[in-house]
């Protein structure tokens, strides 16, 4: 058995069945932040995809509310006078939500170091005239106003957020 990365199952293991409600081409993901925002025609640009305002403010509540959750944060800037904030971390291309009736957005916390982690946030269009599921990585640290320079977040932030995380209840 040495060297194998992945054995086949002990006689009289059960085996697990998944819904494909539960597992969409891939691995399941649990999600401690879940919204569901109806898409209106003032989401819509004249090209007839999502408007990048949408998408920021769809963005800007899922990332709140993430953060909204994080008591330890707010203890850490409130005694440090940091400032939460939060970049992108990569390209977004708005143009692969298509036109959606409406649009599931989830955040998750990962990569957590020093002085900051990542919140990965998800953008899924509901509806006939959809493409596919749109990716968004922002790095959130706490930022001195005056200098911009980063402070340490901490131990109890980063145990925060493994407890958000592990107490996710949407999957997705």
Avoid: N
Avoid at 27 to 35: C, G, L
Avoid at 41 to 65: H, K, L, M, N, Y
Avoid at 137 to 143: S, T
Wanted: hydrophobic share 40%; aromatic share 6%; proline share 5%.
């Amino acid at each position: 058995m040495a060297g194998r990365l992945w054995a086949a199952p002990a006689a009289g293991t059960r085996r697990l069945a998944y819904s494909e409600r539960s597992v969409t081409g891939g691995f399941a993901k649990r999600w401690p932040v879940r919204q569901e925002h109806t898409v209106t025609a003032a989401d819509i640009g004249p090209d007839g995809t999502v408007r990048a305002e949408a998408f920021e403010r769809w963005v800007a509540s899922a990332c709140g509310e993430y953060l909204d959750s994080c008591g330890a944060l707010r203890a850490v800037a409130a005694r440090s006078g940091l400032q939460p904030r939060h970049r992108t971390a990569g390209p977004r291309r708005i143009e692969a939500l298509g036109r959606p009736a409406a649009i599931v957005v989830t955040a998750s916390a990962t990569e957590v170091g020093p002085s900051s982690f990542r919140l990965m946030v998800r953008l899924r269009p509901l509806g006939r005239d959809c493409h596919g599921t749109l990716d968004a990585a922002y790095v959130v640290r706490l930022e001195d106003p005056a200098t911009g320079r980063a402070g340490t977040i901490g131990a109890a932030v980063r145990d925060e957020l493994i407890a958000i995380e592990g107490s996710a209840r949407h999957i997705g």
